[in-house]
């Protein structure tokens, strides 16, 4: 097979978004930039695997100063830190047409175990789509730096928002 198993992303129709509460009130935004190597099959999860890297340069967000801001050196510093890194360990068959992908999330060079909660929208031999939810604790990363560690301004919980559609 020319591709080898994996999954192609079908990045129009594929995002990451993130939401974070600022001032009490939330924020949102996108990674509009990732791409993935995906090896997925629901009845082979032993041999599942997915190495996922978001292009920290590209950010957009509902305000454009939450974009600009989160590039700086007190946030994910993108100059020193250009990509995050999510390589999954250990896939595993919830409920249904649950699952969860467990892995090292690597960002701002430090990596933590997490876990990616998704559900299997679509499943056949050429088309998948995922959508699926991880929470972070942006201090465990050391994103915001300084007066920004301070929780009373930005909350430490990021909430993110996975949908994949890939083909093969």
Same mark, same amino acid.
């Given at each position: 097979? %020319?591709?080898?198993? =994996?999954?192609?992303?079908?990045? %129009?129709?594929?995002?990451? #978004? !993130? @939401?974070? @509460?600022?001032?009490?009130?939330? $924020? ?7 791409? @993935?190597?995906?090896? !997925? *099959? ?5 041999? @599942?695997?997915?190495? +996922? ?11 454009? *100063?939450?974009? $600009? ?6 946030? !994910? ?6 990509? %995050? ?5 250990? =896939? #595993?068959? +919830? *409920?249904?047409?649950?699952? /969860? ?7 701002? *060079?430090?990596?933590? $175990? ?5 559900? +299997?929208? /679509? ?42 559609? $890939?083909?093969?």
């Amino acid at each position: 097979m %020319a591709n080898d198993g =994996f999954w192609q992303i079908e990045g %129009a129709e594929s995002s990451i #978004k !993130f @939401a974070v @509460a600022i001032e009490g009130s939330p $924020a949102e935004g996108e990674f509009p930039e990732f791409e @993935a190597k995906i090896q !997925f *099959d629901k009845d082979k999860l032993d041999l @599942a695997q997915v190495v +996922l890297t978001i292009d920290l340069n590209h950010i957009e967000a509902f305000y454009g *100063d939450v974009a $600009a801001n989160l590039k700086k050196k007190d946030w !994910f510093d993108v100059a020193q830190f250009p990509e %995050a890194r999510f390589v999954s360990s250990v =896939f #595993k068959h +919830l *409920d249904g047409d649950k699952y /969860q992908v467990s892995g090292d999330l690597t960002l701002r *060079d430090v990596t933590r $175990a997490e876990t990616l909660y998704f559900t +299997l929208i /679509q499943y056949d031999a050429k088309q998948a789509t995922i959508k699926g939810e991880m929470v972070i604790n942006r201090l465990d990363y050391g994103v915001g730096q300084g007066a920004w560690r301070d929780l009373s301004s930005v909350a430490g919980q990021v909430f993110l928002d996975v949908t994949i559609k $890939a083909t093969r």
